[in-house]
């Protein structure tokens, strides 16, 4: 093939999550109402981190910065999905669906690094108190957060530009609701062993140096809520924290899951754990955290009690 690094494929069906059309319509009830509560849920933590004082510290800032990566993420698949739920035309344009692929793992990078400087919070908060207000200052947090997204935009950019220099010039069925790397590597037309090999390499890295500066936060974390005499102290302490290793845990689960092992050729099993990571878990976010949060619960009601 003398013209290599040219796409020939000008937009791809998209199978979706069933071809009954009474089930479709179930489906698009269902997702819809997941999609308004993602947004509400997400949209409220923004709201009441900026309107309530108590609430602007370091902590409330990167978490503000994650909601709006769970309605920015969420956005880019749901309203397509919801789209061909209706559609008899179930198809992406070329364009749209390497948007897609770009966008999530643009989000999706700058996710891991900012749940990693959160626990690099918890850890001054906690082991290093007095100079908690120098190591997180307003513009150490900006610069952190810049960093954050810079990164993930940089990181996410090479990934794409890798994937478009493969040839798409025959088979054009996504075997799935949306377009993501590992899908869209199977539809090229050349040896796809180095590129997915490059892929789980770099999510690999991506993904363990930010779990392994959060696991050494939290062992100098526990190490030193061990250490306090008083049980009140520590209660307090492993409240702060109980909420981000519960997302912790959850997004690097289900990351490594999906990128960090060989394609599965169960791919019904594939789309139901993407419904998870992509389309649940952004609106279990700020459950977990106004739930298992009193401050934030406290914020919420206050601001409710306002507009009331």
Known sequence: MDKGN???VTEFILT?????????IILFVLFLFIYLATLMGNLVIIIVTQVDSRLRTPM????SNLSFIDITYTSVIVPKMLNLFLSTRKTISFAGCITQVYICLFLGETECLLLAIMAYDRYVAICNPLHYATFMSKMACRKLAGVSW?????ISLTNILMTLQLPF??????DHFFCETPVLLKLACADIVASEVMM???TSVILCIPLLLILTSYCHIISTI??????EQRHKAFSTCGSHLMVVSIFYGTAMYMYMRPRSENSDSDKAFSVFYTIIIPMLNPLIYSLRNKDVKQAIGKTLGKKS
């Open 226 to 231: 061990v250490k306090m005499h008083y049980v």
């Open 200 to 202: 789980i390499v770099g």
């Open 16 to 24: 979706g999550l069933s071809t009954d059309h009474k089930i479709e």
């Open 6 to 8: 040219q796409s020939f």
């Open 60 to 63: 409330y800032f990167f978490l």
């Open 150 to 154: 810079m990164c993930g935009f940089i």
């Open 169 to 174: 010039c025959g088979p054009n069925r996504i």
